[in-house]
């Protein structure tokens, strides 16, 4: 939770001076950076850890849309929600994302929430509503 805060307010800082897109590809940039400086140090004594996307084009294409939509969708928007609200509802909003979880669940994989999933999530909700309405 400290880091996410932290990065949310870093994030606000770097958008004072370039625009959320220019923001993502910075963000983007540093992540693939330390992924190539990172990964191999986790996967020591068990493997090559890009060959799974090498051995398997589909897996691969699945694995590039995946990360287009997740680049543009999550960490494009939060940006410009970042740069359009005031910090505490953006990071607020930013927090509803266990509400989508359970919907693409249920959408795309066909797994109903049970009962305490749904009332937590209705309590975030309720939550978010009031967070931000007091900030508007």
Do not use: Q
Request: glycine content about 8%; hydrophobic content about 60%.
């Amino acid at each position: 939770v400290l880091a996410m805060a932290a990065s949310v307010t870093m994030a606000t800082g770097v958008l004072d001076d370039v625009d959320a897109l220019t923001a993502t590809f910075l963000r983007i940039a540093g992540g693939v950076v330390s992924l190539f400086l990172l990964a191999p140090v986790f996967y020591l004594g068990r493997g090559n850890w890009i060959s799974p996307l090498l051995s398997d084009w589909r897996f691969a294409l699945r694995f590039c849309a995946i990360a287009t939509f997740v680049t543009f969708g999550g960490f494009f928007l939060s940006l410009v929600a970042m740069k359009l609200t005031p910090l505490a509802v953006a990071n607020t909003l930013l927090s509803t994302e266990p509400l989508f979880v359970l919907l693409i669940m249920a959408v795309f994989y066909g797994e109903a929430p049970d009962r305490r999933r749904l009332v937590g999530s209705l309590i975030g909700v309720l939550g978010v509503g009031v967070i931000s309405s007091k900030s508007l």
